[in-house]
């Protein structure tokens, strides 16, 4: 009988978002050996493991877990906005890292985040996706695709002002696939598309619809202040989409230190010249192509698949490297 595992995400498929589409994918990468049961927080069962994302909003299943299965397996996920931000202020997010056998980054940099004395808990799992075949993309305008639903982790901001500052430019298109969860943001997007003819803000869409639009975009525009690995960039990246990324850990531990596309934070002007230039030298577009050619191969899924069940047998072994802590 395979062994059953209890894999905990704080968002479930009618989120349609980073998180949900980890847990499906890793769900499915490890059906064939394991019993794997999804849920959005953890009510008791005899499961041999748990995975959680999300050492904060998980916070409840992780100690539930512990309590309640003190010798059993605990591998915590750190998303972004745990590893840049609630390890360092919230007391659950930091009893959650106490707590957990194994801590899983999503990119190089993750581990310098944590503090030294768990780092020999970490394993990096870089995400993937699929390959898709290049598209032909349109030569009438430059297309430069946001995806993230509008909050302020993402940064829309500075996709709204990049946009505003090239206006003038009609062979430059600015599309945003994203749901409105900030009412201020959402009405700050409406405005814009009404203000500015070459922004549209398409609304949340299917993850087979925003696939095929990255696919057809020229750029992938990824703003995000914080980030664990954006399984977006990793989308891009695998269409032959190259993206035009804020320079920040999350994306440099993707994308490496030498990769060409990057602005600093915020700076809606450093983006606004980086398309302008994808529009207007014709050497730009093909060099990042190259990079990103080069780099596909470590985002495959047997790589991310390999990877994640090597991590599940060996604590399912009993390899445990830490001590349980209230």
Partial sequence: ????????????????????????????????????????????????????????????????????????????????????????????????LRLADRLVVLNDLGAGRLPAALRDRVRVI???????????????????????????EKSPRTFFDAARRLAHRRDIAFDHVGGGLDAALADEARALAAQVPTYRWLGALPHGATRARIAAAHVLVHASSMEGGAHVVIEAVTSGT???????????????????????????AGLAALV????????????????CAALAPRFAPAHEREVLRALVADALAGHRPTENAA
């Fill in 276 to 291: 302008e230039r994808a529009r207007d030298d014709a050497a730009m577009l093909p060099a990042l192509q190259a990079q």
């Fill in 1 to 96: 009988m395979k062994p059953p595992i209890a894999l905990v995400t704080p968002y479930l498929a009618a989120a349609n978002n980073g998180n949900w589409q980890t847990a499906r994918r890793w769900a499915n990468f490890l059906a064939p050996d394991y019993r794997v049961h999804v849920t959005d927080e953890w009510r008791g069962g005899d499961e041999a493991l748990m995975i959680a994302l999300h050492a904060r909003r998980s916070a409840p299943s992780i100690a539930a877990w512990r309590a309640a299965h003190p010798k059993r397996p605990l591998v915590v996920v750190l998303t972004g906005t745990d590893l840049y931000r609630d390890i360092d202020t919230d007391a659950a997010a930091q009893r959650s």
């Fill in 126 to 152: 870089v995400q993937s996706a699929p390959a898709r075949g290049p598209r032909t993309k349109t030569t009438r305008r430059l297309r430069a695709l946001m995806v993230g639903h509008l909050r302020d």
């Fill in 242 to 268: 190259p993206a035009l990324a804020s320079r920040i850990d999350g994306n440099v531990g993707l994308l490496g230190a030498g990769y060409a596309g990057y602005f600093e934070p915020g700076d809606a």
